[in-house]
T-cell receptor, first 112, second 110 residues
Framework: DAGVTQSPTHLIKTRGQQVTLRCSPK?????VSWYQQALGQGPQFIFQ???????QRGNFPDRFSGHQFPNYSSELNVNALLLGDSALYLC???????????FGNGTRLTVT | QKEVEQNSGPLSVPEGAIASLNCTYS??????FFWYRQYSGKSPELIMS????GDKEDGRFTAQLNKASQYVSLLIRDSQPSDSATYLC??????????FGTGTRLQVFP
C-alpha cells in the first residue's frame, strides 16, 4: 500500500520564477493538504483540497495556488518566488472526520 | 487565532529514562490532538492521536490529554538514542486541518 508520494524531492529556483510541486495521496484518502515548514518551525497550513475544490486556506498570499485532480492527486503552484519561500513543502492526505494526516517525504525548495 | 505552544528544547534525557514532552493549546473547542515525530531532514511521522480526556498508551508511548487545562503531553518510557528527534504537537478541528507547534527537540544520550 503506497503512502503519500511527492515529487520532486529537491528543487532549486531563482527569485521571480514559478514552481509546481506534485502529490499523490495515500490509497483510500480523498483529502489533500499542503504545508510549508521553514527551518526550525512547525508546519504551517497552506490550503486543503477535497472533491477538486479548495476547501480551506491558511494565511498565504495568492501567489500560492493549487489543484486537485479526479484521482485525488494534487499540485501546489507558487508564482513570483521570493527568497522567503525557501522551505520544506509537505503534502498530507487524510480520509476525513478528524482522521490523522499522513505526510509525504516533502519537497525541499531552495530559492536563490 | 488558534495557537499551539511547545518548549523548543532541547530536552536531554539519558538512555532508559522517561522523556516528558508538553504542549498547550488555545482553542477550547479543539477535538483532536496528535503527536508527530520528525527526524532531521525528514517528514513528520504520526506517533499518537488522542481525542478524549485521560491517557492513551501505545507501546513505550503514552499520550495524556487534559481539556480543562488545555494541555497535551507525551511520555516516552525507556528512551532510546533512536528516539532523538523533534516532536511536534498538533491540534485538529473536524476538517482535517492541523495547527502545529514549533516542536520540541529531544536528545537521548547513551
Amino acid at each position: 500500500d503506497a503512502g503519500v508520494t511527492q515529487s520532486p524531492t529537491h528543487l532549486i529556483k531563482t527569485r521571480g520564477q514559478q514552481v509546481t510541486l506534485r502529490c499523490s495521496p495515500k490509497s483510500g484518502h480523498d483529502t489533500v493538504s499542503w504545508y510549508q515548514q521553514a527551518l526550525g518551525q512547525g508546519p504551517q497550513f497552506i490550503f486543503q483540497y477535497y472533491e477538486e475544490e479548495e476547501r480551506q486556506r491558511g494565511n498565504f498570499p495568492d501567489r500560492f495556488s493549487g489543484h486537485q485532480f479526479p484521482n485525488y492527486s494534487s499540485e501546489l503552484n507558487v508564482n513570483a518566488l521570493l527568497l522567503g519561500d525557501s522551505a520544506l513543502y509537505l503534502c498530507a492526505s487524510s480520509s476525513g472526520g478528524n482522521s490523522p494526516l499522513h505526510f509525504g517525504n516533502g519537497t525541499r525548495l531552495t530559492v536563490t | 487565532q488558534k495557537e499551539v505552544e511547545q518548549n523548543s528544547g532541547p530536552l536531554s534525557v539519558p538512555e532508559g529514562a522517561i522523556a516528558s514532552l508538553n504542549c498547550t493549546y488555545s482553542d477550547r473547542g479543539s477535538q483532536s490532538f496528535f503527536w508527530y515525530r520528525q527526524y532531521s531532514g525528514k517528514s513528520p511521522e504520526l506517533i499518537m492521536s488522542i481525542y478524549s480526556n485521560g491517557d492513551k498508551e501505545d507501546g513505550r508511548f503514552t499520550a495524556q490529554l487534559n481539556k480543562a487545562s488545555q494541555y497535551v503531553s507525551l511520555l516516552i518510557r525507556d528512551s532510546q538514542p533512536s528516539d532523538s528527534a523533534t516532536y511536534l504537537c498538533a491540534e485538529g478541528d473536524n476538517t482535517d486541518k492541523l495547527i502545529f507547534g514549533t516542536g520540541t527537540r529531544l536528545q537521548v544520550f547513551p
